[in-house]
């Protein structure tokens, strides 16, 4: 299992980022995605997921209505995008497989987000 974020950054409360996480070495198709985001000293928290069909994505009530998960079967990547950001969105942000709980026990480097004044 290999997975690869990318797409984080240093912003302003307000702004957006898009998130983007690559995977291989598992039927991705098969398996609910879902996006986590970890901060210092504190348990990594399910923020998003998305079923295998790509219909219906949850979400946490922090990330409700104003981040948006997608996936792309065919080259087995998901997407977080993330607007009107604010402060308490700081964080490490990684994928996994599974919904809400993750499948993987490996873990990729993560993405960091910065969301400051």
């Known amino acids: 299992v290999e997975l690869a974020e990318s797409g984080g950054g240093s912003v302003q409360p307000g702004e957006s980022l898009r998130l983007s996480c690559v995977t291989s070495g598992f039927p991705f198709f098969a398996y609910p995605m879902s996006w986590y985001r970890q901060v210092p000293g504190k348990a990594r928290e399910w923020v998003a997921g998305?079923?295998?069909?790509?219909?219906?994505?949850t979400y946490s009530e922090a990330a409700k209505g104003r981040f948006s998960i997608s996936r792309d079967n065919e080259r087995k990547t998901i997407s977080l995008q993330m607007n009107n950001l604010k402060p308490e969105d700081t964080g490490m942000y990684y994928c996994?497989?599974?919904?809400?709980?993750?499948?993987?026990?490996?873990w990729g480097q993560g993405t960091q987000v910065t969301v400051s004044p």
């Open positions: 998305i079923p295998r069909s790509g219909i219906d994505p």
């Open positions: 996994n497989g599974g919904y809400p709980n993750p499948s993987f026990n490996r």
